[in-house]
Antibody, heavy 119, light 107 residues
Framework: QVQLQESGPGLVKASQTLSLTCTVSGGSVRSDGYYWTWIRQHPGKGLEWIGYIYYSGSTSYNPSLKSRVSISIDTSKNQFSLNLTSVTAADSGVFYC???????????WGQGTLVTVPS | EIVLTQSPDSHSVTPKEKVTITCRASQTIGRNLHWYQHKPHQSPKLLIKYASRSISGVPSRFSGSGSGTEFTLTINGLEVEDAAVYYCHQTISLPWTFGQGTKVEIQ
């Protein structure tokens, strides 16, 4: 069973880069057909898709964030990562990593990590 | 961008009641629609994929139907543990989008 675990700082200063890592266990980030995804939930709001990296390395991002976001894979550590540049207080929220393991339905989720950008 | 609109926004129900949540898409998405349950302080959980396909380990009281632009999640015989926010999610078109969520509360 694939399990995911987010890690990274809980506090990021405005204008800096938010960097989070998702460690995958019970499976490989290079397994065929997997979609490694980042989702955000603003406080008291719904779910927002940030983007994904496909097992092959191709990426897709939410246009609302496209100029600031990048997702990458580190096969040596069996991890995938999120970088979000030039953050503001509006970027605060709970960030989830998730995996679509044979198709885009997100079957595996991390527990979520709260990131705060003080205004 | 495909907009998913859920109704109702919230639903207060008694245990054993049947609950129906609707998700409407702004354009046709075939059956590329998935449902998640999100409880407080937990991560979302996949309940149904591709409109009606069941997920191993999910109670059989959860079912999904629909295609095109209108989809339904049904909970047959609500249990107290089903109190949560439910989201629909489309993956046919980028960017992937979620519905705004439907909060199910227990009376």
């Amino acid at each position: 069973q694939v399990q995911l675990q987010e890690s990274g700082p809980g506090l990021v200063k405005a204008s800096q880069t938010l960097s989070l890592t998702c460690t995958v266990s019970g499976g490989s980030v290079r397994s065929d057909g997997y979609y490694w995804t980042w989702i955000r939930q603003h406080p008291g709001k719904g779910l927002e898709w940030i983007g994904y990296i496909y097992y092959s390395g191709s990426t897709s991002y939410n246009p609302s964030l496209k100029s600031r976001v990048s997702i990458s894979i580190d096969t040596s550590k069996n991890q995938f990562s999120l970088n979000l540049t030039s953050v503001t207080a509006a970027d605060s929220g709970v960030f989830y990593c998730a995996g679509g393991l044979v198709d885009p339905s997100l079957e595996a989720w991390g527990q979520g990590t709260l990131v705060t950008v003080p205004s | 961008e495909i907009v998913l609109t859920q109704s109702p926004d919230s639903h207060s129900v008694t245990p054993k009641e049947k609950v129906t949540i609707t998700c409407r898409a702004s354009q046709t998405i075939g059956r590329n629609l998935h449902w998640y349950q999100h409880k407080p302080h937990q991560s979302p959980k996949l309940l149904i994929k591709y409109a009606s396909r069941s997920i191993s380990g999910v109670p059989s009281r959860f079912s999904g139907s629909g295609s095109g632009t209108e989809f339904t999640l049904t909970i047959n015989g609500l249990e107290v543990e089903d109190a949560a926010v439910y989201y629909c999610h489309q993956t046919i078109s980028l960017p992937w989008t979620f519905g705004q969520g439907t909060k199910v509360e227990i009376q």
